[in-house]
T-cell receptor, first 115, second 114 residues
Framework: DADVTQTPRNRITKTGKRIMLECSQTKGHDRMYWYRQDPGLGLRLIYYSFDVKDINKGEISDGYSVSRQAQAKFSLSLESAIPNQTALYFC??????????????FGEGSRLTVL | AQSVTQLGSHVSVSEGALVLLRCNYSSSVPPYLFWYVQYPNQGLQLLLKYTSAATLVKGINGFEAEFKKSETSFHLTKPSAHMSDAAEYFCAVSDITGGFKTIFGAGTRLFVKA
C-alpha cells in the first residue's frame, strides 16, 4: 500500500460545485502539503501544515481551503470550482527535526477537471 | 527568496547518449537541492538530493548531479540514456529561511529516441 494516499484519483466536475480532495499518510510525518501541477509551471504550493494546529497559505491559496483532521489526514477543498482550477493536485509529506532537508514524499496525484 | 530555473522544457536524446538536464537555483543561504522524477500517471519520486555533504551526488537509475556553488547550478546527468528514462524531471530547492518549504522548477520532459 502507498505511504501517501490520495482520493479521488480522477474527478470531473462542473463550475460552481464544491470539491474535496483527501490525503492520508502512514509515514508518521507531521508536515503535509498540497501542491498543484500545471504544464510548464511545475508544482506550486497551495497550503501546508506543520502539525494538526498549524495551517499556512502557500503561493496560490486563493479559491482553496484545507482541513487537517488528524496527523495523518489533510484535505483540500474547492468551495466553488472554476475551470482554471483544472490541474493535477499532489499531496506530500515531510519529516521535521534534526537533519531536516525538505525532502518530500508524494501521493500519486488527483486529476481534477472543472467543466 | 528561493527560486529554481530549469533550462529547456523538453530535451530529446537518443538511446545510449548522454543525458544533461540543467538547473540553476537562487537561495540566500546554503540550499538543499533535489531532483524528482515523474513517470506518466504517477506521482513524483526522489531521484537524488544534495544536503551539503559531497558536491557530486549519485542517485537512482544511474543519475548523478553536481552542486556548483559558484555557478548556482545543480545539473542532472546520466552517461547513457535508456528508453525507461523518458519522464518529466523536476529540480527543487529548500532552505532554512523558507522553513524548508520546497520550491520547484517548471520541469523538463525527457524524450528518449530508439
Amino acid at each position: 500500500d502507498a505511504d501517501v494516499t490520495q482520493t479521488p484519483r480522477n474527478r470531473i466536475t462542473k463550475t460552481g460545485k464544491r470539491i474535496m480532495l483527501e490525503c492520508s499518510q502512514t509515514k508518521g510525518h507531521d508536515r503535509m502539503y498540497w501542491y498543484r501541477q500545471d504544464p510548464g509551471l511545475g508544482l506550486r504550493l497551495i497550503y501546508y501544515s506543520f502539525d494538526v494546529k498549524d495551517i499556512n497559505k502557500g503561493e496560490i491559496s486563493d479559491g482553496y481551503s484545507v482541513s487537517r483532521q488528524a496527523q495523518a489526514k489533510f484535505s483540500l477543498s474547492l468551495e466553488s470550482a472554476i475551470p482554471n482550477q483544472t490541474a493535477l493536485y499532489f499531496c506530500a509529506t515531510s519529516e521535521p527535526g534534526q537533519g531536516e532537508t525538505g525532502e518530500l514524499f508524494f501521493g500519486e496525484g488527483s486529476r481534477l477537471t472543472v467543466l | 527568496a528561493q527560486s529554481v530555473t530549469q533550462l529547456g522544457s523538453h530535451v530529446s536524446v537518443s538511446e545510449g547518449a548522454l543525458v544533461l538536464l540543467r538547473c540553476n537555483y537562487s537561495s540566500s543561504v546554503p540550499p538543499y537541492l533535489f531532483w524528482y522524477v515523474q513517470y506518466p500517471n504517477q506521482g513524483l519520486q526522489l531521484l537524488l538530493k544534495y544536503t551539503s555533504a559531497a558536491t557530486l551526488v549519485k542517485g537512482i537509475n544511474g543519475f548523478e548531479a553536481e552542486f556548483k556553488k559558484s555557478e548556482t547550478s545543480f545539473h542532472l546527468t546520466k552517461p547513457s540514456a535508456h528508453m525507461s528514462d523518458a519522464a518529466e524531471y523536476f529540480c527543487a530547492v529548500s532552505d532554512i529561511t523558507g522553513g524548508f518549504k520546497t520550491i520547484f522548477g517548471a520541469g523538463t520532459r525527457l524524450f528518449v529516441k530508439a
